[in-house]
């Protein structure tokens, strides 16, 4: 059974940053790609960037230019850096990893609250 462990939710201010973090228990070049989805009160998961073990990224119109994912291969974790962070940024966040087979594999998810 594949893990995938995030970090480095909490609370922060608008216009902070805050990095997450997110482990997986076997090497990430096994997933075909991996992602960072979020999920707020109310509304369905998203997706929010997501990263191919080639290196290219992909991230929604909403976060373009305020997050970034990236890869660590010598630390075998992904990141989310998040900067400019809004109040409608507030959501649990999950780690994805998929292989080319289709199995899909979730974290349990780290939160992020935008507040003052």
């Known amino acids: 059974q594949v893990q995938l462990v995030e970090s480095g939710g909490g609370l922060v201010q608008p216009g902070g940053s805050l990095r997450l973090s997110c482990a997986p228990s076997r090497n990430m070049f096994r997933f075909n790609a991996m992602g960072w989805y979020r999920q707020a009160p109310g509304k369905e998961r998203e997706l929010v960037a997501d990263i191919t073990s080639g290196g290219s990224t992909n991230h929604v119109d909403s976060v373009k230019g305020r997050f970034t994912i990236s890869r660590d291969n010598a630390k075998n974790t992904v990141y989310l850096q998040m900067n400019s962070l809004k109040p409608e940024d507030t959501a649990v966040y999950y780690c994805?990893?998929?292989?080319?087979?289709?199995?899909?594999?979730w974290g349990k998810g780290t939160l992020v609250t935008v507040s003052s």
């Open positions: 994805r990893g998929s292989y080319a087979s289709g199995m899909i594999y």
